[in-house]
């Protein structure tokens, strides 16, 4: 076995590719190449001397400016290697702009030849030969100072013989100690690609895995990496100590003020003995951020052990303002204005308790829900106050108690209503949560038939998987929520039992995720009572932006007769009854036009029925297409939606708009 050769000054041999050196200098060469390739490209202009959108740096004045040409060539010929080579060279990018002088044309061929030493290793050539030549001369045996002719563009000339393109050889990871290590896992058998990037990620994925078994330090014993040319291999040997696992020991908090250091030592959920682990340290700081009473959080390990073996937990943070305040209105020209406002304090007793009051008035100045709905009578309107304690079943479970009275006036019922709720978000791990809690209602709801009054106790309990790449914009992934509620109706002594479950999934087609398929199905069912004995709010309805767009909110489903008999209400002629079952589907395609930019043909579907199965003879359907436009804090949605097969109460289109996608 032997190394490359180095007779040549051109020859890919600055770099011995043998023992210690090879992995110092190769490690160097591909962060050196991965910096200076993602250096951004910024754009601006001047205007009396002036520079906007853009900043003053060095390079904006040349001294002594100097052109040059340049080509590059590859033999033999390689159009995929081509690419890669003239997009890692900075004499190819920058072929339109001067250099400074001699000196500066002759310092930017060198570091130009060592990004395509880099640029050739990530392709797995490591013999290959580099030439460079300015004015026909190599630059391997030119003096410092040289000059060129300036007078026109200094031709520069790039010859490349990249040479044999080598496997993997023999490949040997070991430890003096556990954890095992295997070549297989990290994909470094024989015969598999040698490129310098792959390689790098090998490794630094060895001492990832060996640091989430609780050892944090490990050291190199031996590092070895062989080219042989004769082979066409690279055989790898890495030999590593990993040490002891190491427990946390005592959480240290700076940068706290209001909030207490020992709750925030408590709600990181570290706790001292546990053996150290950076995804604890990474959920200790979605915990902390969770919390949102600050603006930045940082938790880290110690740089060292204590003398008793523990790893200290170091804590920063940066309060923010504890008392919010907003406002917002609103107007439709079916719906009328709306006004709304509230008040919130995020941390009143030190333990980051929050309190949110909050109050809208809806409906003003409407007097129908749409061109074909019913007539409603004054403004809508919601005032609220939400208790939230974090912690109360460890540091991943939140309280919450809240107090809400309401006036609503939607298509298929008027209803007054008080309730409270008491009850607990516990999260599981990073994907499940359960919410659980005992909720009790007066309410009074006026429909076709008359009004009537409730009085309801309820266990409602949510549970949530969440495998979704992200909550707002998913790419990958999907999500189940499952819900059920036992509830008890003492007005008319009636028990009942309402369950839905509701599952969404996405797909991506290509790695830019500019092509995404987006799923999703609900179904619902309720059990013990007649519907004539479920309050009308508890019932399921179809119709609407969150469930089969291009129908009215309520709109699907069976109705009341089109007349009013004696003894009913005329404003709820041929309006919806609710159903004690419901099933419901939606698919979308998500078509990337630009970076921000989405097209979105979609069709919905629904039905609603009086029986405890769906009615699959009523089904529904609507389509359309929307547009979404990408931000950071979620994309700004809008739909337009057709009703396929619209009912009495359905226009010719609907259109809704929101943050976020349609789910």
Not at 188 to 204: C, H, I
Not at 309 to 320: K, N
Not at 637 to 658: K, T
Request: aromatic letters at 10%; charged letters at 20%; hydrophobic letters at 35%.
């Amino acid at each position: 076995m032997r190394p490359l050769q180095r007779n040549k000054a051109d020859r890919i041999d600055t770099v011995p590719l043998h023992r210690k050196g090879f992995a110092r200098t190769f490690t160097a060469s591909i962060v050196c190449a991965c910096l200076l390739a993602s250096a951004p490209a910024a754009g601006a202009f001047e205007l009396f001397g002036f520079k906007f959108f853009g900043r003053y740096d060095e390079a904006d004045t040349v001294i002594d400016p100097v052109n040059y040409s340049v080509t590059l060539t590859v033999s033999p010929a390689d159009d995929d290697l081509e690419k890669a080579l003239n997009a890692a060279s900075t004499l190819v990018a920058d072929a339109e702009k001067p250099v400074s002088g001699s000196l500066g044309l002759l310092a930017k061929a060198r570091n130009d030849r060592r990004r395509l030493v880099a640029a050739l290793y990530e392709q797995s050539r490591y013999d290959g030969l580099v030439t460079i030549t300015i004015e026909g001369q190599n630059i391997a045996g030119m003096a410092p100072d040289a000059s060129f002719d300036t007078s026109r563009p200094v031709p520069v000339a790039i010859t490349v013989q990249p040479g044999q393109l080598y496997k993997m050889g023999t490949v040997r990871l070991t430890t003096d100690g556990p954890p095992p290590l295997s070549a297989e896992e990290y994909e470094l058998t024989p015969g598999s690609s040698a490129d310098s990037v792959r390689l790098l990620k090998a490794e630094n994925q060895i001492y990832l895995d060996v640091e989430n078994t609780g050892r944090p330090f490990a050291a190199i014993l031996h590092r070895d990496v062989v080219a042989d040319s004769a082979r066409g291999t690279l055989d790898y040997d890495l030999s590593l100590s990993p040490g002891s696992p190491v427990p946390f020991g005592r959480t240290v908090v700076t940068g706290a003020n209001a909030v207490r250091p020992g709750f925030i030592a408590y709600m990181t959920g570290i706790k001292p003995g546990t053996i150290y682990s950076r995804e604890e340290l990474q959920q200790a700081r979605d915990r902390l951020n969770a919390l949102n009473v600050f603006s930045s959080v940082t938790v880290k390990a110690a740089d060292g052990q204590e003398p008793d073996g523990t790893l200290p937990v170091l804590v920063e943070v940066s309060e923010r303002p504890f008392r919010v305040i907003g406002a917002g209105a609103t107007f439709s020209n079916t719906d009328g204005a709306g006004v709304n406002g509230y008040w919130q304090h995020r941390n009143l007793f030190g333990g980051a308790e929050s309190i949110r009051l909050e109050g809208s008035v809806t409906r003003i100045g409407a007097n129908e829900l749409s061109s074909s709905g019913r007539e409603v009578d004054g403004v809508d309107y919601k005032v609220g106050a939400e208790f939230r304690k974090p912690g109360v079943l460890g540091p991943d479970s939140v309280y919450i108690g809240s107090l809400t009275t309401l006036r609503e006036q939607p298509l298929a019922y008027n209803r007054e209503s008080i309730a409270g709720f008491s009850g607990v978000e516990y999260k599981i791990d990073k994907r499940q949560t359960v919410h659980a809690g005992v909720l009790l209602e007066y309410e009074e709801i006026e429909d076709y038939l008359g009004k009537r009054d409730f009085l309801i106790g309820s266990i409602p309990v949510t549970y949530t998987f969440d495998a979704r790449d992200d909550a707002l914009n998913p790419t990958e992934g999907y999500l189940l929520k499952v819900m059920g509620e036992p509830s008890y109706d003492a007005e008319g002594s009636v028990a009942f039992f309402k369950a839905r479950g509701d599952a969404s999934a996405y797909l991506s087609l290509d790695e830019n995720d500019r092509f995404i398929v987006a799923g999703r199905v609900a179904y619902g069912t309720m059990a013990g009572a007649d519907l004539a004995d479920i309050p009308n709010d508890r019932r399921f309805y179809a119709g609407g932006g969150g469930s089969v767009r291009g129908y009215v909110y309520q709109s699907i489903g069976p109705y009341y007769p089109d007349f009013a008999p004696p003894g009913t209400n005329p404003n709820f002629v041929d309006t919806p009854i609710g159903g004690l079952s419901l099933f419901e589907a939606s698919l979308e395609m998500r078509i990337g036009i630009t970076e921000s930019i989405q097209i979105v043909p979609f069709i919905d579907g629904g039905t609603v029925s009086d029986d405890l199965f769906p009615d699959f003879g009523e089904f529904k359907l609507g389509a359309g297409v929307g547009a979404r436009y990408l931000t950071g804090f979620g994309p700004i949605r809008i739909d337009v939606g057709i009703p396929l097969d619209p009912g009495p109460r359905d226009g010719s289109f609907q259109i809704y708009a929101g943050i976020g996608q349609a789910f």
